[in-house]
């Protein structure tokens, strides 16, 4: 098989996983891959469209290779969204393309309203795939709680593409608010300032947004305009630092930037992604140096370190969380872990892709 | 129900499997005697009972793994147990397994609230995580009607849901880590009190699982910030399709209640009988209730007022103080016990889409009708879950399997509208036979082969979630020899226990 | 449930109404979680849903008791949390103590136990005998560390040190309403109780007195029957209740009665089940209408109304006995009228679940007790109150055995906010 694959409809993948010989690198828009592109092309660009929207029940389904603007557009008419806020890592990658919902659920990619309303993993309530078998599989469905047989979702969000191909997904919407207000804080250094993070987020005040970008720290509010109002004012009142506020587009603009960590698109260097205690992030980021965004009051860490820095960051972690090298020399979608872990990966791996064709690059990670 | 043929030679060697478990256990963790094993015949589904071969009850990890070692060894299916209150006979046992009960590990292990997780034992109920933490003024979100006495073991096994799950989700999307311990014994942790696992997401699939990937003995939960208050509203229609149109609306208007419930007129009228909340005369009845400060939950309320009203409700209720609050839930709280007071009853949890409510209400009472069982309606209006209860006589001959049918019936209805067989309650033993219904064989394939890598002897709560038929390949391979001939060797067959 | 008796098994109104309280739980185990003795041991079968099951099994099949079911039905306090919290309405109240008689009539018991519960029953419902044992167990005290059983130990360590005298307050008359008279009561006086503190209805009286009560210690009244009921000894059990409800009856017919008093309310959960008890009796009627006249003392003052008092810089930690709080729903009465007459009061965490003392299980459980008199103690003193008061002289004398701080009766409380003296407890440890 040479060349560039891209099937018009599910049965049309399934034939061509079937008679797969050799490895196939799945590429939805091809923005997100971290790691290298091994075999034959197969693009999912074909499987495309809205199969039904029901605004009234908050439900989507869409096949896997429609670009996620037009799944933004179509929401955004209906002044709904998808909450888990999808990052666009084009710039971040150095890659071009056009996003797939596809792409984003294989990555789980959820921008900084995880805090509040979850990741991809947790928006997405049903699939169709391809498994390694060339058998066309279903799990979940289109309602928003189901519980019937094991939760296959879960386990294809954020698999990278190394279990099956994704052809549809379904997922639960959120309204979008009325309006939204962000705090500014500045004069505080990364201590005090994720502190401040924390207390925002351990505060009643039902934030959406809590991250600490080019020395400030914000804190993002959504939602009626009088309860907005009302929890800016409190906040305001109990948070540290000169505190300011924008609203609207002014806004917006903060969090695509934290969203879509605009901070490091710039600085050379390997980028890592860590996954870590909140309390634990400004230690972390004094002990590594280099340039620096937390979000999720700093449960997540993003870094651009200088190369072969990998051993020096896991030892600052101390197994207190995980790292996830998105750029650079062998980055791979995974982190390290534990031989259990591992092993029931790689069990996954080939009960899913016994013949090993998905992604050989990224599925290095599950071995 | 049908259950596969118990292993008439693990039966005969029970008093050595007993002696082998009472080697790493108290006395009083080893239970055998059939005069006490009978109390473990059954969870809160008790139309389906089965005594076990014996019931262990440890106290640590390390005798969990200890325990699921010697079963592994000896071919011993085994059943985990939380509290015993799953309605869809999660736990019930076989007659050759042993009972593994989590009750006795209830420990907190650690409390962060900065961080906002909890980490503790599974046997702990669901309402005493909360209760460790509301006094620094969180919570847990998810609370699943039996939050009183149900364990997160439980919960984790069945991905739990409850009433507040439309805004803050079901068990899954609370979960960030668990320590388990897998039937060959080996002790591991997925995921941990930080938000991404790293990994494949083990965690989610292990959530919902129903035991049968292996033993949950601690968990990482997220705890959340309890809202400054909350306040729910009662809405009583004439007609069921204008209060499920009116669920649609509010939904539509991007106003996001924590809960909308459901009630039926059957379920109104029993409650009201049992409970006496004083629920107006009505065909249907809403719920809905929002949280935030004293002005966030008028605001809220108002926009809700406005739309309810336009659907022409016999009454709008608002709960003016915590005593009217409590009374607004007394009702829905009580329909349980309200329905069982008339009868026995069958609680069943398909979901369907919230446009279908109409249509499936109008499909239950004509079925109530064709099978002559009556059948109360209470759910989550807001997810589409719904709870019909059927009524039945259990100390009637024939009455169980006619309300079995009719449940089926229901079940499928929900299927055929686009909806599953279980929103929150798990397969369980109940709805095991009903899984072709929503799964083509290749998608009951593809979830076998996750439990072939977890526990590839297939002996962790043995005969559930997937239709004896099946599994049937699995199990044979399995039962045909425990203790006797070679097994399928597991992928941990040869690791140490990590304790 | 689904239950299987046989129609001539269902001609017993005892097993009858065994299968109608069966009947009715739907085993979804929510009795579990506030199940004390669940709590400690965490095995079903030592749970209200696990013991129904055992008496379920044991009722079918009609065969006599056997030890294990013996074992985990004993372990259970009958302290009916559980049908505070069974969202179904279970009676379990009347299904334990039918599974209580049936195991008394069907199964022998070591001897020791036999002993042990005979000479309880024996002693136990008579001041006078009462009175001697707690002298012997006096004398005994110094040596219980040989005593050869951990129940004998733990019989000898609740005997208190002092013995008060007999109170000829207790003796059958008639007390004048001290204001103007509004009711006529009459007044329990108790067995035990009265052999182990003689303040409770001295307070008692006084403060019944002073809002207007005629009290009247009624002429053959004794042991409400409670102790021997939950030992599963029925005969001994009805023979006081009719002697109770044959004296009460005579002052109702007679001088006339408003209510019967109770200030222990262990007593009073037994009282007001009366009417239960002899519903298949003739003496039906007279037990149903002297159950309906028995009320707590809280009850009663919350009638009859207490005047507000001025604040009285006293943190009172109120422990509810089960016989009252799951017993006779009464919750917040007693903590009401505390307030009223100016006390701050506080309540400690997890306050359904018993301290353990529940009528005979501290003597008869005692490794169970002591842990939930454990558990009750940490929390209550958690509280750091100056005083603790509760409204059954079991929990009383429980608590008072281990608490740093002074255990009084609600009433006593009462009465000394409202011109009595100062409990004696209070005087002691000042």
Redesign the interface.
Known sequence: MSGVMRPETEAELAEIVAGAAGPLAIQGGGTRRIGGAEGAVLETSGLSGVVLY??????LVVRAGTPLAEVEALLAGE?QRLAFEPLDMRQVLGRTGVSTIGGVVAA?ASGPR?VQS??A??ALIGVRFV?GRG?????G???????????????M???HG??GVLSELSFKL?????VEATLILEGLDDGPGLAAL?RA????F?VSGVARVSGRSVVRLE??A??VA??VG?LRAVLPGDVSVVEGEASAEIWRNVRDLAPLQGPEGDLWRI?????HAAELAAAMGGTVLFD?AG??VSMVLPEGQGEALQKALAG?????LLRGAGALP????????????A??KS??DPKALFNPAQSR??F | MDMPQPNARIIARKSSILALLSQVLPPDAVIGDPAETRAYECDALAAYRCQPLAVVLPRTTEEVSAVLRICHAEGVPVVPRGAGTSLAGGSMPTEDAVVMGLARMTRVIET?????FIHVETGRTNLSVTQAVEAE??FYAPDPSSQLACAIGGNIG??S?GAH?LKY??T??NLLGVRMV?MDG?V???G??????????????V???EGQLGVVTEAWLRIL????GARPVLVGFAENEVAGACV??I??????PVAIEFMDRPCIEATEAFAKAGYPDCEALLIIEVE??E??IA??LA?IKEIALRHNPVEFREAQDEDQARRIWLGRKSAFGAMGQINDYMCLDG?????SLPYVLRRIGEMSAEFGLGVGNVF?AG???MHPLILYNANKPGDLALCEAFGAEILKLCVEV??????????GIE?RDL?VV???P??????M??????DPQWLLNPAK?FPLAVSAGRRDAVTTGPGASPRTPG??ED?KC?A | MQTHFTEAQLADPGVARANEILRSCVHCGFCTATCPTYQVLGDELDSPRGRIYLIKDMLEAGRPADAQTVKHVDRCLSCLSCMTTCPSGVHYMHLVDHARVHIEKTYRRPWVDRMLRNVLAFVLPHPGRMRLALLGAKIIRPFRRLLPDARLRAMVEMAPKTIPPVSRNDDPQVFAATAPRRMRVALLTGCAQKALNTDINDATIRLLRRLGCEVVVAKGQGCCGALTHHMGKEDQAHSAAAANIHAWMAERRGAGLDAVVINTSGCGTTVKDYGHMFRNDPLAADAAEIAGLAKDISEVLAQIGLPQGAPREMRVAYHAACSLQHGQQIKSAPKDLLKRVGYEVVEPADSHLCCGSAGTYNLLQPEISAQLKARKLATLEAKAPQVIAAGNIGCMMQLGSGASVPVVHTVELLDWATGGPMPRALHESA
């Not at chain 2, 962060?112 to 906002?116: M, S, V």
Request: hydrophobic share 35%; proline share 5%.
């Open positions: 029901e605004p009234a029940a908050l439900t002044r789980n995880r979850g990741a993993r947790d498994s058998e066309v599989v279903k799990s469905g289109r309602v928003m709680k189901n519980v019937t047989g094991y939760d296959l979702v879960k386990l969000a954020g698999s190394t279990l959120q309204a979008q608010p009325e924390r987020l351990g505060s009643p039902d939602g009626l009088g309860s009302y929890r409190q996954s870590c205690l909140p309390t999720r449960g997540q207190r969380g995980q790292a996830i995974f982190a390290r872990s534990s031989a259990e872990v591992l092993a029931l990966s069990g996954l009960a899913f990670g599950l | 962060d609230y900065e961080n906002r003024g969180f069945m991905n849901g799950c989700g079901v899954t999307n897998l080996t591991t942790t997925i941990g009190p930080w938000d991404e696992p790293g990994s494949l997401d083990l965690l989610g699939v959530c919902g699982s910030p309890k809202p400054e649609a609306d939904i539509r208007a991007g106003v996001l935030g400060s002005a966030e605001e809220q926009k979901t369907i889409p919230v446009s989550h997810d589409g879950n686009g909806g599953c067989l279980t929103g929150e309650h798990g397969v709805k899984m929503q799964f083509a290749v998608d009951l394939e593809a979830q082969r996750v439990k072939d890598v977890f979630v992928i941990f690791r990590q």
